[in-house]
């Protein structure tokens, strides 16, 4: 609110505070609290930075991102997929917001029932977060886990072992066990080694 007070609304200081603050409050789980702070951000960075600025653009994928984790999906996506888009064709294929964007895009697919299409690009999505952040980095593992998603979705079962093993041990090194993404790994893990009928190793995840 200094920032606003003393700068104005559309000074890139203020715009960035203003995504800050929404940044803080989805890392608490406050989306709903979060949503406006990103819509008025993105509207406010169009107007001084123009619709095709690669921060805009990193605005519009954080607004896609936090309408589909309030449930619509649906409307969500071509938010997303514009942004990875443009942001992919502005900034290259291994920079890191485009593939932030790539990754908020790709997690809007297996809902909306789109897995042929997810399959291949988090497959090769979880291969360049690994080569630009690291095999243990948030984004890599948020997207490795939802390969393994879409390759159970899809029935294959075995590989998707393979990716949610990896993603949940990693989970457990970097953030803990007792995290709530640790915990997500965990349950889905879990989940799919009982559909499998292995309820012992399945019980002994937790």
């Known amino acids: ?67 589909h984790l309030l449930g619509d999906a649906l409307a969500a ?37 789109r897995t042929s299409l997810a399959g291949p690009y988090l497959s090769q999505l979880v291969g360049l977060n690994r080569e630009v952040f690291g095999e243990d980095h948030p984004i890599t593992l948020e997207s490795l886990q939802e390969f393994g998603n879409v390759l159970a979705q899809v029935g294959r079962s075995d590989a998707a072992e393979r990716q949610f093993a990896e993603a949940l041990r990693l989970r457990r090194q970097v953030l803990g066990n007792g995290h709530p993404d640790t915990l997500a790994s965990a349950n889905n893990y879990a989940r799919m080694l009982g559909e499998r009928g292995d309820h012992v190793a399945s019980e002994r995840l937790f």
């Open 77 to 113: 996506e071509p938010i997303l997929e514009e942004a990875s888009r443009l942001l992919t064709e502005t900034l290259g294929l291994r920079h890191p917001e485009s593939l932030i964007s790539l990754s908020n895009y790709a997690g809007v697919l297996r809902p909306l029932g």
């Open 1 to 67: 609110e200094l920032s606003r007070e003393t700068l104005g609304d559309r000074h890139p200081q203020t715009l960035v505070s203003l995504t800050n603050r929404a940044d803080l409050l989805m890392a608490l789980g406050r989306r709903l609290e979060a949503e406006p702070l990103y819509e008025e951000a993105l509207r406010f960075r169009r107007e001084v930075l123009g619709e095709r600025h690669p921060s805009t653009l990193m605005s519009q994928s954080k607004y896609g991102r936090v309408i």
